[in-house]
């Protein structure tokens, strides 16, 4: 069987599975499709009682609640997928599905990429219904450009993530005992990391460093410096590379990272029961 | 020639587990769940590994799956090796490990087919046809169940799903860890009615664990008997019988003199229990073929003026085998 065949069965495993889900219970959707408004009337909320909004437009040039908008739909979208994909071994443990997992030929840096990818179809049409229309209705013709760039940059920070996260799968769920809890940690920190809230600028020099290590964080800066009309080409390209760069660096670490934790898991026996 | 299809040799597995002792101190504890495992199973034979809880079955069965890693031993499936050459062992085989989990709750049978199916590398309409052939093999189609949420399955719908999933890819080997277990008579005697026919009529070979003794019987082409991490004992349902002496007991009570003596060993036995039970009188004897004596025997009671008041042939029970075996073989 080809090399890719099996991803197209397995992408396709995983979108059927997900869908299928989506489709069955209904409040799932809405509250998907819900989300980025509610995050929006939040924004609002929060801002015009926080602060001036002539003072933040004056100083990054940009309306704070489209700024927070499109930094919230890139968070949602990120974390959203990393979360999926760092709970899916413990879920699928729970399920009792991990064996047949393991027995079955899918190469597993192919069920990783496929996780989320079905996720980004919704992600998409999110950014499509959310984002894009509140964009045109500030910035017109510009506003529809800088959306779909900010969409399309959200699913590529999404997909370079991916051997980062299997690489950290590995480590914690090897070396972690009580598996969940390290989620815990890891989470807030992969935000802090992303730079979303915190730009990467005004980060003190070890957390820069470890900011940089992580693929989508170069991905994050691009549309952070977009949003506010920063974004020279040359240092696009760098930052694109940057992350590329480390997907591809990670595929490596991430494979071998899982293959040791499942060596780990068949020296103590997969759990069945 | 017989085609070895299984092989295991010496396998030997400890379980080293902490036990929490208070917040800090742990203590370490080792269960020796194999203790030197060796079999073979050839082509188009239905193996039982039959044995009580904990005797080692279900790490006998993960070590085949290439699920578990032994600590000493080897095994080879279709002359592959489950440690080194755990890829093309997972390529032949089809693994049922546990009956009431092991798919997503939320999707339906047929869709918790699909999805694995398509893991397992089918795909369009090979894979529609597969899905739709097993949900009529194992009659979860009969049922009407292929299209309901896995979550609302009964045991036996579960585990009628699960042994699809096994022959999803149609493999000659197949490694069922008590698939039975807990299941009414009709769903257990269709899942042990594909075994055979699976076994006998297409070739595939089948390692089938149970602690059921009369399944095991009904079931299996050969038994091995497995007890505290060894292999007690292996044979044929009939030959493991007949390894045991005192298979049968007649128990027979009666009224009259209590000296009975004279009267059994006349017939040539020289074993046998009597108790006076409120003026009766309880006889156990220990036998092979209760049938050979039976009609001599009533006639001498009845002949010597005796009132039969009861008489029951009583069966061999799993665990007088066990008793038996697990005595010789007691450490
Ligand atoms: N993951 C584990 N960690 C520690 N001990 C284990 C583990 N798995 C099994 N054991 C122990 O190893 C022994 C053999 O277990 P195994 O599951 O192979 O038995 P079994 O014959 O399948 O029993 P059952 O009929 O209960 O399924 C038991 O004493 C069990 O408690
Ligand atoms: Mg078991």
């Known amino acids: 069987m080809s090399r890719l065949s099996l991803f197209l069965n397995v992408l396709w495993a995983e979108s059927y599975a997900l869908f299928t889900e989506i489709f069955r219970r209904k409040h799932i959707l809405i509250m998907m499709s819900l989300y980025p408004y509610m995050l929006l009337v939040f924004i609002l909320i929060i801002g015009y009682s926080v602060g001036s909004r002539q003072v933040f437009i004056q100083r990054l040039g940009v309306a704070p609640e489209i700024f927070f908008l499109a930094s919230g739909y890139l968070l949602m979208v990120v974390l959203g997928s990393s979360d999926d994909l760092l709970w899916r071994p413990l879920y699928d443990d729970w399920l009792g599905i991990t064996p047949y997992l393991i027995i079955s030929p899918v190469p597993r840096l192919y069920r990783f990429l496929a996780v989320p990818l079905p996720r980004l179809v919704i992600a998409l049409i999110t950014g499509l219904t959310s984002l894009l229309p509140l964009m045109i209705w500030y910035y017109g013709f510009y506003g529809l450009i800088e959306s779909l760039a900010v969409i399309v940059m959200t699913l590529v920070a999404t997909i370079v993530f991916v051997p980062f996260i299997m690489a950290v799968i590995g480590v914690i769920y090897t070396y972690g005992k009580e598996q969940w809890r390290v989620l815990n940690i890891l989470r807030p920190l992969l935000l802090i990391l992303l730079g979303v809230y915190y730009p990467r600028f005004l980060m003190p020099l070890g957390a820069y460093i470890a900011s940089a290590l992580v693929p989508p964080s170069h991905v994050v800066e691009a549309v952070q410096r977009l949003l506010i009309g920063r974004l020279d080409l040359t240092y696009s390209l760098m930052l694109f590379g940057a992350a590329i760069g480390l997907f591809i660096a990670y595929i490596p670490a991430g494979v071998y990272s899982i293959s040791l934790w499942e060596r780990n898991k068949l020296k103590h026996g997969v759990k069945t029961e | ?331």
């Open chain 2, 1 to 331: 020639m017989k085609q070895e299809v299984i092989v295991a040799e010496n396998l030997v597995k400890k379980y080293v587990t902490k036990k929490r002792k208070g917040l800090l101190r742990g203590e370490k504890q080792v269960v020796e769940a194999l203790r030197g495992v060796s079999f073979k199973i050839y082509r188009g034979e239905i193996v039982g590994l039959l044995g009580p809880n904990g005797a080692g079955k279900t790490t006998t069965v993960k070590i085949i799956s290439t699920l578990l890693i032994p600590d000493s031993g080897d095994a080879w499936v279709m002359g592959h090796h489950v440690v080194r050459e755990a890829k093309r062992v997972r390529e032949k085989i089809g693994i049922m490990l546990t009956v009431e989990k092991g798919f997503y709750n939320k999707l339906t049978g047929r869709e918790n087919l699909e999805y694995f199916a398509a893991l397992y590398g089918l795909s369009g309409e090979e894979r529609r046809r597969r899905v739709e052939y097993l949900l009529k093999l194992v009659g979860l189609e009969e049922l009407g169940s292929s299209d309901r949420l896995f979550e609302e399955y009964s045991l036996g719908m579960k585990a009628r799903l699960g042994f699809a999933r096994a022959l999803l890819r149609d493999p000659p080997v197949l490694l069922l860890d008590e698939p039975t277990l807990g299941l009414d008579p009709p769903s257990s005697r269709r899942i042990r009615e594909l075994v055979k026919k699976l076994a006998h009529e297409e070739g595939k070979t089948i390692l089938y664990t149970t602690h059921n003794m009369f399944e095991a019987e009904i079931v299996c082409d050969r038994i091995l008997l497995i007890n505290k991490g060894r292999i007690v004992a292996e044979g044929t349902p009939d030959e493991l019988k007949n390894m045991i002496p005192r298979l049968k007991t007649i128990n027979i009570v009666v009224k009259g003199d209590q000296r009975v003596g004279e009267l059994i060993k006349s017939l040539g036995i020289e074993k046998y229990e009597a108790k006076p039970i409120d003026g009766l009188l309880s006889i156990r004897i220990n036998i092979q073929k209760p049938e050979e004596i039976l009609d001599p025997l009533i006639k001498n009671f009845v002949g010597n003026g005796y009132e039969i008041v009861s008489l029951k042939i009583e069966e061999p029970t799993l665990e007088d085998v066990f008793i038996y075996f697990a005595g010789k073989t007691s450490r």
